[in-house]
Structure formats: C-alpha cells, structure tokens
C-alpha cells in the first residue's frame, strides 16, 4: 500500500465517523449525567476504526518512528476534528435561526385565534429591540423565510407576510432617518 493510499483511507474513516458520532451524540436523551456517560462511550466507539486502522497502518510500515506516529494518527485526527468542529457549528447556527423565528411563530399562531392581541405582541416584541439587538431586519427576513416554509398552505400566510414586510420597511426607514440625523450633525 502506497503512503497517499494509507493516509487517504485514514481520513476517509475520520470523517463519516466523526459525523456519526456527532449525530448519534444529538439524538440523546435522559439527564446529563447519563448523556455525559453515553456520549464518552460514542466518542470512544466512533475513534476505534481510525485507531485500528491506524495501528494496521503502523504494523505494515514497521517502523516504530514517534513521528511517523503522529503522521498517521494525524492523518485520521485532523479529518476527524474538523468533521466534528464542523458538524457543531452546523447544529449551532441551525439552533439559533430556530430559536430566533419562535417569536415570529407564536405570533403567527396568535392570528390564527385574536389578531389583536398579535398585533400587540408583535409590536411589543419588536419595540424590546432598541435595546436588545442591533438588526431585527435579517430577524424578521429568517422570520419570512421559515414561515413561507413551514405555513405555506395557511391562508393567512399572505397577510403574515405583508404584516412583516411591513415592518421590515418601517425599520430600515427609521434606520435611513437616523443615519442621516446623524450625519446631519
């Protein structure tokens, strides 16, 4: 086996395995002491085939060099992290756009049942951000996209939309004024 083949089958382990462990790590459920237990066993379980293959590697080669070492057990390692790191941040930035559109989404359910109480909580929710957020703009945008998404058969969808088209509007008009009160100054 040729040294680019050895390194290649390395990493090509340390990548879909590094995956799975991510996913299977998410799926779990129960207290945290038992997540914490079972997520060290699928991390443990998920580096055996790259360790395995490793020492494979290392016993054709025969060479007992620490470098050599760190080159193959890098070569299954880097791949590996950077899959994990990878799929977290996936899962993060997934996390986050959804915990940002419940507000949206509540309010949506509100019109189903009092448009006026949404129409309050919407405007509530929208004043806490002069001191909250900088940019409810691309809130509101992730906000449109997601209930386009998910709500697309709702026939209230269309008056959603315009309702927040609306204030994406307002917004970024308040947002010109001050910018040029500001520069007025």
């Not at 207290?31 to 991390?43: D, H, K, M, W």
């Not at 799929?87 to 986050?96: D, E, I, N, W």
Request: net charge positive.
């Amino acid at each position: 086996m040729s040294p680019l083949f050895q390194y290649a089958s390395l990493a090509a382990i340390g990548i879909p395995t590094a995956l799975g462990a991510h996913r299977l790590s998410a799926s779990l459920r129960g207290s945290i002491t038992r997540q914490l237990i079972l997520r060290s066993f699928i991390e443990g379980f998920a580096l055996l085939p790259g360790i395995a293959l490793a020492g494979f590697v290392l016993g054709q080669r025969g060479s007992t060099n620490v470098f050599d070492m760190l080159r193959v057990g890098g070569a299954f390692i880097l791949p590996y992290a950077a899959a994990r790191i990878a799929a977290y941040r996936s899962s993060v930035s997934h996390s986050l756009r959804r915990e940002n559109t419940v507000p949206f989404t509540h309010w949506f359910e509100l019109l189903h049942t009092n448009a006026a109480a949404a129409d309050q909580f919407l405007t509530a929710y929208l004043a806490q951000y002069d001191g909250r957020r900088a940019n409810p703009v691309s809130e509101i945008h992730a906000a449109c996209a997601f209930l386009e998404q998910t709500q697309a058969s709702d026939p209230l969808l269309p008056a959603a939309l315009d309702r927040l088209r609306a204030e994406i509007a307002r917004l970024e008009l308040a947002r010109a004024r001050l910018a040029s009160s500001k520069g007025l100054r």
